[in-house]
């Protein structure tokens, strides 16, 4: 094709890309803040609700396992989202992955507590969380594609920050709306029956994300692959026999991503709050302020991987992350507002640095026609890898050796996404266009 060809289609392309980016930063949104409101309500309420227990440190335990399933859950979202994704489209799939999402999040608001139907609420608990796991894990890859495959020359990193976008905003909508129910309800109100109006809130949320997803157009890459290649049986088999070295690669490098935002949001508010005894409100306020770190750094990083590539940034990102490990203590262990906001913002501003160019780089690991399931598993399996058992296992180093520990745990995440990043070549020059 012609460089004035391709000018043409670019122009042409505009306000049709203006719409796809909208609508993977508004799905990824809503997503991510169904998600999120489940970590804050595990760091806060749920063990007490729904698992009995003499001692508040293992109903804090059992909330955080819970936690940890929706990411073993996110690879079997991303192999079956995936699937259809790669065969069916992106835009079919992505409405049917937030469905999922929304219905087992609305449902996790209706559930009876322990103290009302025993041990059938955990177990519900655990199912609906599955749930989220499953849609969650065909969210990103499909909202990434959407983006990348419509962006123009030189600026996949930049489209592909917006899905980056929405995990920050949906934290604040997160966030903000439970720092607003600690204020209008006493703790006995928020114990009975407050903590669920966040997840029945998302109801809305997901009518809004079907209503800009169900007007989008398909990907022309998508449709040119379709075209040209015909579709792939079995994705998945694809993707794990003939790709398996990206995958790797790709899930490895998403190591620290997790590991930097689930210390610092999850274990940390549980942390902050018991143990350094700041109040909820607070501390909720805290994170507020902390996120716009991570929203501040994400287009930052976008527009450096854009320039200088995706490798440049991310080595840079997860050396500055390895030795943000040793803050872990003196500033989160201090109890002072002041110093856990610097630890907090240092941490989510990281995150950013982290997470914004994997927008671009996990879609381009792949080839069109295995896009989707590739980029949705190596996605889902760092989550398992980084963010699963993250705020357990931050706890249970608490308990053997200290929060020191805790730091030790996120360097060693940053060196092994550090080691993953070093063995991939360089990507921002693949051509994603399916021509």
Request: one cysteine or more; hydrophobic letters at 55%.
């Amino acid at each position: 094709m012609s460089a004035i060809t391709g000018a043409g289609r670019d122009q042409a392309a505009a306000p049709r890309t203006g719409r796809i980016v909208i609508a993977s930063l508004i799905g990824t949104t809503v997503e991510f803040y169904d998600f999120y409101i489940y970590g804050t309500a595990a760091a806060l309420v749920l063990g007490s609700v729904f698992f009995p227990a003499h001692v508040p440190e293992a109903e804090q335990l059992a909330a955080f396992l819970t936690f940890g399933i929706a990411f073993l859950a996110r690879p079997v979202g991303a192999f079956l989202f995936g699937h259809f994704g790669d065969r069916v489209g992106r835009k079919s799939t992505l409405v049917a992955s937030m469905l999922v999402m929304g219905i087992s999040t609305t449902l996790i608001g209706l559930l009876p507590g322990y103290a009302t139907a025993g041990f059938l609420a955990p177990l519900l608990l655990c199912l609906l969380r599955l749930g989220q796991g499953i849609g969650l894990g065909g969210e990103w890859g499909g909202a990434a594609l959407l983006a990348t495959e419509s962006a123009p020359a030189g600026k996949r990193a930049w489209y592909g920050m917006f899905p980056q976008l929405g995990p920050s905003i949906g934290f604040l909508l997160s966030n903000g709306l439970f720092l607003l129910l600690f204020s209008v309800l006493t703790n006995a109100q928020f114990l009975a029956w407050g903590w669920r109006i966040p997840f029945l809130a998302s109801a809305v949320l997901v009518a809004i994300g079907l209503y800009v997803r169900g007007r989008l157009p398909e990907t022309i890459a998508f449709q040119k692959t379709l075209a040209r290649q015909g579709r792939v049986r079995l994705p998945v088999r694809d993707v794990i026999a003939r790709q398996w070295r990206p995958l790797l690669q790709g899930a490895f490098a998403m190591v620290v991503c997790y590991a930097l935002f689930y210390i610092s949001t999850v274990f940390a508010l549980g942390y902050g709050t018991k143990v350094g005894h700041i109040p909820r409100q607070t501390f909720l306020g805290l994170l507020c302020i902390a996120i716009l770190g991570m929203a501040i750094a994400t287009p930052i990083a976008a527009i450096l991987a854009d320039r200088f590539g995706r490798r440049p940034v991310l080595i840079a990102a997860a050396v500055a992350a390895a030795f943000s490990g040793f803050l872990v203590a003196p500033l989160l262990g201090s109890g002072d507002p002041a110093l856990v906001l610097v630890f907090l913002v240092i941490e989510l501003a990281l995150m950013g640095f982290t997470f914004a160019p994997m927008g671009a780089l996990l879609p381009e690991l792949f080839p069109t026609n295995l896009r989707y399931s590739g980029a949705s598993a190596a996605y889902s399996l760092g989550g398992i890898l980084g963010g699963s058992l993250a705020p357990y296992i931050a706890q249970k180093l608490v308990v053997l050796g200290g929060l020191a520990w805790v730091g030790h745990y996120i360097t060693a995440a940053a060196v092994i996404s550090l080691i993953a990043v070093l063995t991939m070549a360089e990507t921002s020059k693949r051509d994603l266009s399916g021509s």
